[in-house]
């Protein structure tokens, strides 16, 4: 009688975690999602599959090259052995495009790993270029110029080594911009996003109204970034509902955010200038 309620009770519980368990992964065609960015994504509950599964357009790690490994966290006290760039982050997206290369179509817009370098840059993209090249046949490779579009696409952030990526002329990243890019037009392949500070541009809070002058002062930054076929990021934004529903509006292209199913829900139904 025992052995008959413990397994009734065994098999309550599988079901009820069966209906829990995550869904599959977000439908490619959920434009809104692929607008956000899982800001330090490496801190969230279920990194990198809490982002696919919700759909997101790109997840950021930060890295420092620390016992001959990339190890992801914000600052040295957070580095472990085996938490690397490679186990958290390049061989889960090689398992998940092999598994539903569906939701990874080259046709649709590429899922976009930002590597954030926090210091070393040489170091770490001499270290890089190693690792990336073992998974070259998800990745998006810019050849002479060119763009050969893979299902991931790896920019890096932070501490850039900007002259050597951009001598590199077959490699497998990109690079993340900088406002002032806006007037230099680099090639679209070395950099074609473009990130900064949002106090650079704002010190709004997201508590009263965006100011007119400055929604125009980014709808400006967007027009001028996507007449040059580059996408536009701000870190620092306000991390909240009133923030991502502007930033969306005036056609911000990626949203970063540490609440992503909040920012997800807060978005859907909203009109964009797009």
């Excluded at 306000?238 to 997800?264: M, N, S």
């Amino acid at each position: 009688m025992l052995a008959m309620r413990l397994a009734r009770v065994l098999l309550c519980l599988l079901l009820a975690t069966a209906c829990a368990a995550p869904s599959p992964l977000a439908s490619a065609d959920d434009s809104v999602a692929r607008h956000l960015h899982g800001h330090n994504d490496y801190l969230q509950p279920v990194p990198l599959r809490r982002a696919i599964e919700l759909g997101l357009g790109s997840v950021e790690a930060d890295v420092f090259l620390d016992g001959g490994e990339l190890r992801v966290g914000h600052e040295t006290w957070q580095l472990r052995a085996g938490r690397t760039l490679r186990s958290m982050y390049l061989d889960p997206l090689r398992e998940l495009v092999a598994s539903s290369p569906e939701a990874f179509a080259v046709s649709g817009p590429p899922f976009v790993l930002l590597v954030d370098i926090k210091k070393d840059g040489a170091a770490v993209y001499a270290e890089l270029r190693r690792e990336l090249a073992q998974f070259e046949g998800m990745l998006t490779r810019f050849v002479d110029g060119q763009v050969r579009r893979g299902a991931v696409t790896v920019i890096l952030s932070g501490d850039r080594p900007r002259a050597l990526v951009a001598a590199d002329r077959d490699r497998l990243c990109a690079l993340d911009g900088r406002l002032g890019d806006l007037a230099g037009d680099p090639p679209i392949d070395l950099v074609p996003w473009i990130s900064d500070s949002w106090s650079r541009v704002s010190d709004w809070t997201g508590s009263d109204e965006l100011l007119p002058e400055e929604r125009t002062r980014i709808a400006t930054l967007v027009a001028q970034a996507h007449a040059q076929g580059r996408e536009l990021r701000f870190w620092g934004a306000p991390d909240r509902v009133e923030a991502w529903r502007a930033l969306y509006e005036l056609g911000v292209d990626r949203i970063g955010t540490d609440r992503p199913r909040q920012a997800l829900a807060a978005l859907r139904g909203l009109p964009a200038a797009r």
